[in-house]
């Protein structure tokens, strides 16, 4: 199982992003997929989270209403919309899954496998 994380990059406050998650050696349908970040000198955050299917989606507060997760099984790559971005959403972005149904999406522990990270900077 391989996942590989892309679309970091700079933009200014009020700006948008979009990351990629491409997955390989898994069907996508069958995974939890989770999005998680890091900021320097922070823990590891839940982002967002989309059950195996696609059926249900949960957000981190902080985020709510602004970032939205999707899947596109024919690509096997799922995505992190990210609207009106702020400087505290600056962080490395990572891309988790786990093959068995989480229970508290937001715990780093019960994903398996990780992609590699991708920068976010959000600055003026």
């Known amino acids: 199982v391989q996942l590989q994380a892309s679309g970091g990059g700079l933009v200014q406050p009020g700006g948008s992003l979009r990351l990629s998650c491409a997955v390989s050696g898994l069907t996508l349908n069958d995974y939890d997929i989770a999005w998680f970040r890091q900021a320097p000198g922070k823990e590891r955050e839940g982002v967002s989270y989309?059950?195996?299917?696609?059926?249900?989606?949960l957000y981190a507060d902080s985020v709510a209403g602004r970032f939205t997760a999707s899947r596109d099984t024919a690509k096997n790559t799922v995505y992190l919309q990210m609207n009106s971005l702020e400087p505290e959403d600056t962080a490395v972005y990572y891309c988790a899954s786990s093959r068995a149904r989480v229970v508290l999406w937001y715990l780093p522990r019960q994903y398996t496998n990780w992609g590699q990270g991708t920068l976010v900077t959000v600055s003026s």
């Open positions: 989309t059950s195996s299917g696609g059926g249900r989606a």
